[in-house]
């Protein structure tokens, strides 16, 4: 495992190589260099192959051959006899393993993970870092979700056979970065947050980067009442949130607070960031219109009827856009209003003080009211085809 509160460089190598190309190479020289840099001091000769080919530029062979030559003297220093004291196997292939992660050697660190997991002359926890250590080379090289969900069902059930009190903390890390992934937000929410005070996965991801995510996936889970009583409540993460990441708290405050203009600019903002971070990038789209849609629900409630216009200037936008999105949840299903196009006003279902959890009951309603006439349609056909 990584030195502890450290988090390894090649896991910003990483990230900077999706950055890379999600920015494209020709307009970015300085990540570019930030990038060779990082491998360069790595030595990270499988990556550099794999960078080289993904983004068509030309391979330094000399830089490749000297890269690759040190890792050639590193891993033959972790080899050990089999007949060796089974302690000193066992920190000679850990200490193998995150050589060959850390240089980016995919193939060869998952072989050597799934092999060591499956053997159990070692103990519990050293096997449980096999598979810890398997979630990384999926998260980190590719962002392989399916994967990662596998990896999570199989340490949770070797936890469940004897793994200590610091694998189990370390797997709410582990567990929430996958429900990120899956997009089961409200799962992640609640782990990240239990994870705040006693976070200790610094080898899979960096203090900074588990505030953000906690952050995101609570504004999106939870109810109102609970984002306050989950976060600004909870003293670790306001602590954080104001120390180092001022426009994140402002991002959770401005919804809390109703300010909705403030709470768009910052969304918008976010919108950037999300679209640069290899786990949240496919999702950026769907997360930003959720929570476009948290904020009108949440306005609505407070209303019978409103303009389009005084909707529009508490949300710092036009009348036509708030038009085209309130028409297309309202369409969906999603909001409880109509618009009145005669007096250009919005009229709202909303009845007073509205619970977030009974609109989600009415929306289930009409759901299941939906999914039973298709199902009875689909009965009355069939009724026609049978011979009675």
């Not at 990584?2 to 990540?31: G, I, M, R």
């Not at 003080?353 to 309603?365: M, V």
């Not at 299941?368 to 069939?382: A, C, F």
Request: hydrophobic share 40%.
């Amino acid at each position: 495992m990584a030195d502890e509160h450290k988090t390894p460089l090649y896991v910003y190598v990483c990230k900077w190589k999706f950055q890379l190309e999600a920015l494209k190479p020709s307009n970015n020289e300085e990540l570019k260099k930030k990038l060779l840099d990082g491998i360069v001091k790595g030595n990270m000769a499988p990556y550099y192959r794999s960078v080289c080919d993904d983004f068509g530029w030309e391979m330094d062979t000399a830089l490749l051959a000297a890269m690759q030559e040190e890792n050639n003297k590193v891993v033959a220093a972790f080899d050990v006899s089999s007949d060796a004291d089974v302690e000193v196997q066992q920190q000679a292939w850990l200490e193998k393993l995150e050589y060959l992660i850390s240089i980016g050697d995919k193939d060869a660190a998952l072989k050597l993970a799934e092999e060591k997991a499956k053997d159990k002359q070692f103990s519990i926890n050293s096997r449980l870092e096999a598979v810890f250590n398997t979630f990384r080379v999926h998260y980190l090289y590719g962002c392989n979700v399916k994967e990662m969900k596998n990896t999570i069902e199989k340490t949770t059930e070797m936890i469940g056979d004897g793994g200590d009190w610091s694998s189990r903390n370390r797997l709410k890390a582990y567990e929430a970065v996958c429900n990120m992934g899956l997009r089961n937000y409200s799962h992640a929410a609640y782990l990240l947050l239990d994870a705040v005070s006693t976070f200790e996965s610094y080898e899979l991801m960096d203090y900074d980067s588990l505030i953000w995510y906690t952050v995101l996936s609570c504004m999106i889970a939870l109810p109102r009442k609970e984002l306050k009583e989950k976060m600004a409540k909870h003293g670790t993460l306001m602590q954080a949130l104001n120390a180092n990441f001022p426009e994140l708290y402002e991002y959770y405050d401005s919804l809390y607070k109703c300010h909705y203009a403030d709470f768009f600019k910052f969304l918008a903002s976010l919108e950037g960031v999300m679209k640069l971070d290899p786990l949240l990038h496919p999702h950026y789209h769907h997360y930003i219109n959720e929570m476009r849609y948290r904020a009108y629900s949440q306005h609505l409630q407070a209303y019978r009827s409103i303009s389009l216009q005084k909707m529009a200037s508490s949300f710092g936008v036009t009348s036509q856009f708030i038009e085209e999105e309130i028409s297309q949840l309202t369409a969906a299903g999603r909001l409880h209003c109509k618009i009145d196009a005669v007096n250009a006003a919005i009229l709202s279902y909303y009845n007073g003080d509205i619970s977030e959890s009974s609109c989600e009951k009415g929306l289930l309603y009409q759901n299941i009211i939906k999914r039973g006439d298709y199902l009875l349609n689909r009965l009355n056909k069939l009724a026609r085809v049978i011979d009675f």
